[in-house]
């Protein structure tokens, strides 16, 4: 985005990232809200100068942010909703073994595949 920015000859405004609030999970069930919450955060963030940019008429920039930001997002999202949803249905937080099982079997596949 800063080389897009840059070359319709924007300036750059740079700002400290903050560290999370809360980085002390007690389970895998904790982080995976967090990050989901993190995620909404970053696609609420994308939507802003998708929304002006629509307002301006800026199919350019509609369509970099789309395609390269916000269907990602949605994807991210979407994946660690499922993840949200499941890992009760196995038991957890409750049973470490079902943690470990949603590791081995969801999380090890998904690497996999990238």
């Not at 070359?7 to 560290?19: A, E, L, S, T």
């Not at 809200?33 to 994308?46: D, P």
């Not at 930001?69 to 079902?98: C, F, R, W």
Request: proline residues 4%; aromatic residues 6%.
């Amino acid at each position: 985005m800063n080389q897009l920015q840059n070359h319709r000859g924007g300036r750059i405004f740079r700002q400290d990232i903050k560290k999370p609030d809360h980085d002390d999970w007690e389970n895998g069930l904790n982080a995976m809200e967090c990050a989901l919450h993190l995620e909404k955060s970053v696609n609420q963030s994308l939507l802003e100068p998708h929304k002006l940019a629509t307002d301006n008429n800026d199919p350019n920039l509609c369509d970099f942010t789309e395609t390269h930001y916000l269907n990602e997002q949605v994807k991210s999202i979407k994946e660690l909703g499922d993840h949200i949803t499941n890992l009760p249905k196995m038991g957890a937080p409750e049973s470490g073994m079902a943690e470990y099982l949603f590791d081995k079997h969801t999380l090890e596949y998904s690497d996999n595949e990238s």
